[in-house]
């Protein structure tokens, strides 16, 4: 007869088997030792006669681990802090990995894998305790990000990782230092009481709550109580010192931190008092010409005054006066003058114009007034179209400026018939070395001499400018027309200026603020084809002494009486 196997109840779903005709017992789902490592199966065996007859067996079946879940911490992230002076060999905390493997393949081993630069801490590989290892110092690492990994006994091993993050607390472990261990310094005589004379720095290692406030004493030398150093480490005189009735005095210093217990050091400061200034400061007047390509100068350094003493100890102050009347407006101050260099400094946009500035430098006893002017030229379009550039040889800028320029101006005077004001610098700038000084001329009864008249005029006395100013001219620059294949006479070049890079060229009596100019170069020629040259003006047509001025919109010229001549020309 044929036999019929069947399970009791719904055993086979829990222990994942079916037994078939045949009494074999077959795995149906994923078997999970951590869930259940055991199962008991009854099995009945039925015939096929009848009355069916029946028997039941029990089966047992014991699963065997395998190594397939990995270590998993008790947090992804451990934070602790420790102070820097833990003893070597404190616990600093325990890590925790449970797996749930059984004990075949469950014992963790715990190991730093990364973040123990310098070896600072140790970790057991049984228990998870971390401990210091070395002295700890939070002013050179204030703190640690540990990587450690627990790792199981598995064929092959499973593991996983957690992060640790150490904060070094401080200890006042460090003294506030001065930034010098010896000061010296040289005072006048009859200066006011609470002059200050000197500020002392001082820097600590520690932490904030162990540093500042600093406390500061003078401990020694101080006879009389000339001097003080208040809580912001300012050292002030507490009446009027004079040398006959002490010369030299040498004070030690001290300052103290806020920390617990309290550190200090120490510093000494020799004062030397010599006689009170017998010499009122020495001032340049300051003339200073900003060109701008719009309708206002954005602000920035325009210059620096430049003072002298003849009092080698003595200490200059600059200032800018209120009452100058141009220096301020509704809105409120227009310059500033900064009080140690004396540089020069415009707060705000400022329209063209002329702006008188009253500026004052004192030794501290006597007060000198300085001439200071501030010109904004425009350089508009028109002058731009008639600008002549003369590139000299092997100069900087500030050497021009402040050796040479007043000398060129007054060439141009001679050969162009000019006077100094009707000279306009518009743009300075460097160029390999040298240097394209970039101008426009002014004449009487029309804004600008012609471009074409003032390059004539330049170039054909060059060597002449040249022996007169004592600098080398490479060349007169018409147009340079620069990477463009074209023939000169068919280029066409527009200079504009880049107010976004402005340059101050500062001497003792004259300063230059201005843009970089920028040549854009058309060719007149299409496709090697190239207009008839009006060339009216190469023979020179008109008469002698007077210039001449070509349409280059038509084929017609006119004689131009040069300025300077006015009613000498035949």
């Known amino acids: 007869n044929k036999n019929t196997f069947n399970t009791w109840g719904k055993v086979v ?13 077959f795995v149906i789902e994923a078997l999970d030792y951590e869930v259940s490592h055991e199962y008991y199966i009854t099995v009945e065996a039925t015939d096929g ?10 089966v047992n079946i014991n699963l ?7 270590p998993v911490f008790s947090q992804e992230i451990y ?32 190991s730093i894998v990364d973040g123990n630069q310098g070896s600072p801490f140790t970790m057991d590989p049984l228990r998870g305790d971390l401990k210091v290892a070395r002295q700890l110092d939070r002013e050179r690492t204030s703190g640690y990000m540990l990587k450690v990994v627990a790792t199981d006994n598995g064929v092959p091993p499973l593991s996983s990782s957690a992060i640790i993050n150490i904060d070094i607390s401080d200890v006042n472990d460090n003294p506030p230092l001065f930034s010098q261990a010896n000061y010296s310094l040289i005072i006048q005589e009859n200066r006011p009481k609470g002059t200050s004379i000197l500020q002392l720095t001082v820097s600590d290692r520690d932490a904030s709550h162990n540093g500042p406030p600093f406390t500061f004493t003078i401990v020694d030398g101080n006879e009389g109580g000339a001097f003080h150093i208040n809580q912001q ?25 806020s ?10 400061i020799s004062v030397h008092i010599i006689e009170e200034s017998i010499y009122p400061p020495a001032v340049l007047p300051l003339d200073i010409y900003v060109s701008v390509a719009g309708d206002e100068y954005p602000g920035g350094v ?17 200032s800018l006066a209120p009452s100058a009347s141009s220096s301020v407006d509704e809105s409120g101050a227009l310059f500033s003058v900064s009080a140690s260099d004396g540089k020069i400094i415009a707060l705000r946009p400022l329209d063209i114009g002329h702006y008188p500035l009253n500026v004052t430098v004192t030794d501290g006893r006597f007060t000198t007034p300085a001439d200071v002017n501030v010109h904004i030229h425009q350089a508009a379009r028109q002058a731009l179209d008639n600008s002549i550039a003369v590139r000299f040889g092997n100069i900087a800028p500030e050497e021009f400026v402040g050796d040479y320029w007043r000398n060129f101006q007054r060439a141009l005077r001679n050969i162009a018939g000019v006077r100094r004001s009707e000279v306009h610098l518009v743009s300075i700038q460097p160029e390999q070395g040298d240097l394209d000084v970039l101008l426009t001329l002014e004449r009487s009864g029309s804004p600008y001499q012609s471009q074409d008249v003032v390059f004539r005029k330049l170039n054909s006395s060059a060597a002449v400018i040249e022996e007169m100013i004592g600098v080398r001219i490479v060349r007169v620059l018409q147009k340079l027309c620069a990477g463009l294949d074209c023939p000169l006479h068919f280029c066409n070049e527009v200079v504009s200026l880049d107010k976004s890079a402005m340059s101050t060229y500062s001497t003792a009596r004259l300063s230059f603020v201005t843009p970089r100019h920028v040549r854009t170069a058309t060719c007149q020629c299409d496709g090697g084809r190239c207009p008839v040259l009006n060339n009216l003006c190469e023979n020179n047509p008109c008469p002698e002494g007077m210039d001449c001025v070509a349409d280059p919109r038509d084929t017609v010229y006119s004689c131009v009486c040069p300025e300077g001549k006015k009613g000498k020309c035949s």
């Open 13 to 25: 779903l829990y222990c994942g088997a079916v037994i078939f005709d045949l009494g074999d017992v």
């Open 64 to 70: 065997t681990d395998v190594n397939d879940n990995k």
């Open 259 to 268: 920390g617990k217990p309290q550190l200090f050091s120490t510093a000494f």
């Open 49 to 58: 006669g009848s009355p069916p007859l029946s028997d039941i067996a029990s």
């Open 79 to 110: 934070t602790t802090v420790i102070s820097e002076d833990a003893e070597l060999g404190k616990t600093v905390l325990t890590v925790m990995a449970e797996d749930s493997d059984g004990p075949s393949y469950n014992h963790i081993h715990y």
């Open 233 to 257: 480490g300012v050292v002030v005189t507490m009446g009027v010192l004079s040398r006959k009735t002490k010369e030299n005095y040498l004070l030690q210093a001290q300052v103290s931190d």
């Open 302 to 318: 325009v210059g620096k005054i430049h003072a002298t003493d003849q009092d080698i100890y003595d200490t200059l102050t600059y």
